[in-house]
């Protein structure tokens, strides 16, 4: 796998259909913490805010959020195939955005309230 130097230079390095997803997760979680240093951690996409940081990646026929709030959404989270603090969307379907935009939202205000205590 290359070692990319930014965000942008990851998603210009994927297929065409990842491009689109991975364009899309990267534009609602700049819409959520628009704040957020972008990098590149563990080989992904990554965006770290004051406690904490999601993740997005891609595979062959998926791409991912990773370290998000999922266990607080587990009914809606019913129809997708997600692991622990991962949730894989198909990269022939659009990301759901309202799922997405709750998801990080909470992720970034539990991180916060931990951080607090």
């Not at 609602?28 to 913490?33: A, D, G, H, N």
């Not at 972008?38 to 062959?60: C, D, L, N, Q, W």
């Not at 959020?65 to 999922?70: D, F, N, P």
């Amino acid at each position: 796998m290359p070692a990319f130097t930014s965000v942008e230079e990851y998603i210009a390095a994927q297929s065409e259909d990842a491009r689109a997803r991975l364009r899309e997760l990267q534009a609602i979680v700049r819409s959520v913490v628009p704040d957020a240093t972008e990098t590149i951690s563990y080989g992904m996409p990554t965006y770290k805010f004051g406690a904490g940081a999601v993740y997005f990646g891609t595979a062959r026929r998926h791409c991912a959020l990773y370290g998000s709030a999922l266990h607080r959404f587990a009914d809606e989270l019913r129809d997708f195939d997600t692991a622990k603090g991962t949730l894989r969307f198909p990269l022939d379907r659009p990301i759901p955005e309202e799922l997405v935009r709750k998801l990080v939202a909470a992720t970034v205000a539990e991180r916060e309230a931990a951080r607090k205590r």
